[in-house]
């Protein structure tokens, strides 16, 4: 009579079976490889978010500062019309040329008051812009303090007349200078911004100090 001891039957592996064994394996680890090489690379050539948004803020920024630019050189057109006049009698030769009075010189100082106020709440522009911006505030700025001079001095004492003449020429000398200094970084704005050459010196200005324009064509070079 046989008997069941109850022991586990076992199989034994063939040759073949293992090879199909490591078969599955390695295409399982294959389809793995890719799928982990397709999201890499999916990942890699995607934008990152970071600079995706940096170069929106450019952009941007770009935009507000060509419209700036724009801006403040029609402004700057408009300023020169209205002090050309006002630093050409105050460098007058008072020795030649017949000097303003009183009237004339107040009208002067509301003249400069409204330009001042131009420039009473700039906007945040580029570091070039804001530097061009502000020579052009101080140019303005001195003007005014040059008829505020040449106000005293009509007005005053007879006997202070002289020299408070000529501190106010020596103060309109320094505000055409400073004109042109702001001219000059004006013109380079426009110009990096795409612009090309805008020239918005003092008509005839070469006095000593003074930056002349660079005789480039307005509107080359942008």
Not at 35 to 53: I, K, M
Not at 57 to 86: F, H, M
Not at 154 to 181: I, M, N, Y
Not at 196 to 213: N, R
């Amino acid at each position: 009579m046989s008997r069941r001891t109850g022991r586990p039957s076992y199989q034994l592996s063939t040759p073949d079976s293992g090879r199909r064994r490591r078969l599955a394996v390695m295409v399982a680890v294959g389809l793995v490889i890719a799928v982990l090489g397709g999201a890499v690379g999916y990942a890699a050539g995607r934008p990152d978010e970071v600079e995706s948004t940096i170069a929106d803020i450019r952009r941007a920024e770009a935009q507000r500062d060509s419209a700036q630019i724009v801006e403040l050189t029609a402004t700057a057109r408009r300023l020169r019309e209205e002090i050309s006049p006002v630093l050409g009698a105050l460098r007058a030769d008072p020795s030649v040329d017949r000097q303003p009075g009183p009237e004339q010189a107040r009208q002067w100082r509301e003249t400069l008051r409204r330009a001042v106020e131009v420039f009473a709440n700039p906007p945040s522009g580029a570091t070039a812009t804001n530097v061009a911006r502000g020579g052009l505030r101080g140019a303005v700025e001195q003007t005014s303090l040059a008829v505020e001079s040449y106000l005293l001095a009509v007005t005053g004492p007879p006997g202070q007349r002289a020299a408070l003449t000529e501190l106010a020429k020596r103060q309109a000398d320094q505000a055409a200078t400073a004109w042109s200094v702001a001219a000059t970084q004006l013109d380079q704005v426009n110009v990096d911004g795409g612009q090309g050459h805008q020239h918005v010196y003092l008509d005839g200005d070469h006095g000593d100090g003074a930056i002349t324009p660079d005789g480039a064509d307005e509107g080359s070079g942008g």
